[in-house]
């Protein structure tokens, strides 16, 4: 499996890109899994439902399975932030790529998503993690690097770019174990 993360300021396009990066590798043949860092109390279940009756009733962890999806609720008892790690280790082994939304300060290989219109800092020369600039405003970048800056509007391109250094993101659950 290879692993890259995408970190960003909010509203610099972490997710529009995600989201147009899954179909051009699924385009190639292959499959894509994403982690997506959350922010406090998030829920995906809707009061009324089975599962939410189930959890409020105490549940540690539901899972909920159709003939074509298959969702896992967990409880935390005591407040806890689990790492990408942990969530990597829950996802199905059969995934070529993992993108990893969110999880800026984590020690993935990671793209940095910057648009100087947001008018936030960048991260790429103070995190040795970050492998290439995903922006819209090349000309802009505050600070000299020698990182690929690649086009924020072409998914094809950081496909290729990803695809072309794919061995950098081969991810090895032994040395998170």
Not at 38 to 66: C, L, M, N, P
Not at 142 to 160: E, G, I
Request: glycine share 6%; hydrophobic share 40%; proline share 3%.
């Amino acid at each position: 499996m290879k692993v890259v993360g995408f970190a960003g300021f909010s509203g610099s396009g972490k997710t529009t890109l995600v989201e147009r990066l899954i179909p051009a590798l699924r385009h190639k043949g292959l499959r894509v899994s994403v982690v997506k860092h959350a922010h406090h109390r998030f829920d995906i279940d809707h009061e009324g439902k089975d599962t939410y009756r189930h959890r409020e009733a105490g549940a540690f962890e539901v899972v909920v399975a159709s003939d074509q999806r298959l969702a896992l609720m967990r409880e935390f008892e005591v407040a806890r932030r689990p790492t990408v790690h942990h969530l990597l280790a829950e996802l199905y082994e059969g995934v070529d790529w993992v993108l990893v939304e969110g999880f800026k300060d984590s020690d993935l290989l990671k793209i940095e998503v910057w648009r100087a219109a947001t008018g936030k800092p960048t991260r790429y020369a103070d995190d040795d993690f970050i492998t290439a600039i995903a922006t819209d405003s090349a000309d802009q970048l505050p600070v000299k690097s020698q990182l690929p800056v690649l086009d924020l509007n072409d998914p094809d391109a950081v496909v290729a770019w990803l695809v072309s250094q794919g061995a950098r993101f081969d991810y090895d659950f032994e040395n998170y174990a």
